[in-house]
């Protein structure tokens, strides 16, 4: 049973930090891509970043060049690092095995203006 837990969210001021960590279980973490999405009141899921196998990233152009995304094999564990926060990324960041329906329970990042 897949089981991926997001922690490190908060409340932070704009032009701030905060690091994502998902902790995932129930699968060979090392073999998967996996993948962050959020999702603000009101407004569909987005798709962040994404990382493959062997820790290629790719981003939405809304993160690019301030989120970084990375990975632990050994932990099994993926992390984004997100620098230069604005208001706009506030929402409920979600972490995900791509190509499947595991998910995690989400961690709200508030970012005040």
């Known amino acids: 049973q897949v089981q991926l837990v997001e922690s490190g969210g908060g409340l932070v001021q704009a032009g701030g930090s905060l690091r994502l960590s998902c902790a995932a279980s129930g699968i060979t973490f090392r073999l998967r891509a996996m993948g962050w999405c959020r999702q603000a009141p009101g407004k569909q899921r987005e798709r962040v970043a994404t990382i493959t196998s062997t820790g290629s990233p790719n981003y939405a152009d809304s993160v690019k060049g301030r989120f970084t995304i990375s990975r632990d094999n050994a932990k099994n564990t993926m992390y984004l690092q997100m620098n230069s926060l604005k208001s706009e990324d506030t929402a409920v960041y979600y972490c995900?095995?791509?190509?499947?329906?595991?998910w995690g329970q989400g961690t709200q990042v508030t970012v005040s203006s």
């Open positions: 995900n095995v791509l190509g499947t329906s595991s």
